[in-house]
T-cell receptor
Framework: GNSVTQMEGPVTLSEEAFLTINCTYTATGYPSLFWYVQYPGEGLQLLLKATKADDKGSNKGFEATYRKETTSFHLEKGSVQVSDSAVYFC????????????FGTGTRLKVLA | GAGVSQTPSNKVTEKGKYVELRCDPISGHTALYWYRQSLGQGPEFLIY????????DSGLPNDRFFAVRPEGSVSTLKIQRTERGDSAVYLC??????????????FGEGSRLTVL
């Protein structure tokens, strides 16, 4: 079945450091890919998405490119801020099925001033 | 408010009791999802509604779990004979299903269930 694997955390970085959080997926069809973020004390919210191969999703300085050949959707940001401290979830949704979302286990990011 | 609303935000119950968790989605959203999130884990799919019908209930762990959405809006997740292993945060999300594109999920803040 479909699944998502993302790097384990926690990831601790200094402010202005470069961020990469790895995500790979297994899917039978051509899923849509997403990154969701959960800030402390808040619900999950969409950060960015990509719906087909080679698409790049971007938002708030974060980017991720849908790589079909490597089945990956790694999250990157060039310069993190303290306010980026949160838990990040990679997810996919299979368009051939009932659109249920499959989430990874989450990666906690802590950015130090 | 305009967001997804879940009640109660916190529920403590005893083993063996019956529990209902309610979700009020964003108005006009036809798709509604229930997820369960344990500490340190990602959301685990339980059930998905399109309108009033359960389009996919493959994530319900056993027959103690049941969910309804009788009028295509508010949904209730029902857990019978609760067990300590049911303790988790139960998340509800809604979206506009858009043809062959999965819509953005809008999550509520969750109902934290503790079974003693």
């Amino acid at each position: 079945g479909n699944s998502v694997t993302q790097m384990e955390g926690p990831v601790t970085l200094s402010e202005e450091a470069f961020l990469t959080i790895n995500c790979t997926y297994t899917a039978t069809g051509y899923p849509s890919l997403f990154w969701y973020v959960q800030y402390p004390g808040e619900g999950l919210q969409l950060l960015l998405k990509a719906t087909k191969a080679d698409d790049k999703g971007s938002n708030k300085g974060f980017e991720a490119t849908y790589r079909k050949e490597t089945t990956s959707f790694h999250l990157e940001k060039g310069s993190v801020q303290v306010s980026d401290s949160a838990v990040y979830f990679c997810a996919l949704s299979d368009r051939q099925g009932t659109y249920k979302y499959i989430f990874g286990t989450g990666t906690r990011l802590k950015v130090l001033a | 408010g305009a967001g997804v609303s879940q009640t109660p935000s916190n529920k403590v119950t005893e083993k063996g009791k019956y529990v209902e968790l309610r979700c009020d989605p964003i108005s006009g959203h036809t798709a509604l999802y229930w997820y369960r999130q344990s500490l340190g884990q990602g959301p685990e799919f339980l059930i998905y509604f399109q309108g009033t019908g359960a389009a996919d209930d493959s994530g319900l762990p056993n027959d103690r779990f049941f969910a309804v959405r009788p009028e295509g809006s508010v949904s209730t997740l029902k857990i019978q004979r609760t067990e300590r292993g049911d303790s988790a945060v139960y998340l509800c999300a809604s979206s506009l299903a858009m043809g062959d594109q999965a819509g953005e999920l809008f999550f509520g803040e969750g109902s934290r269930l503790t079974v003693l």
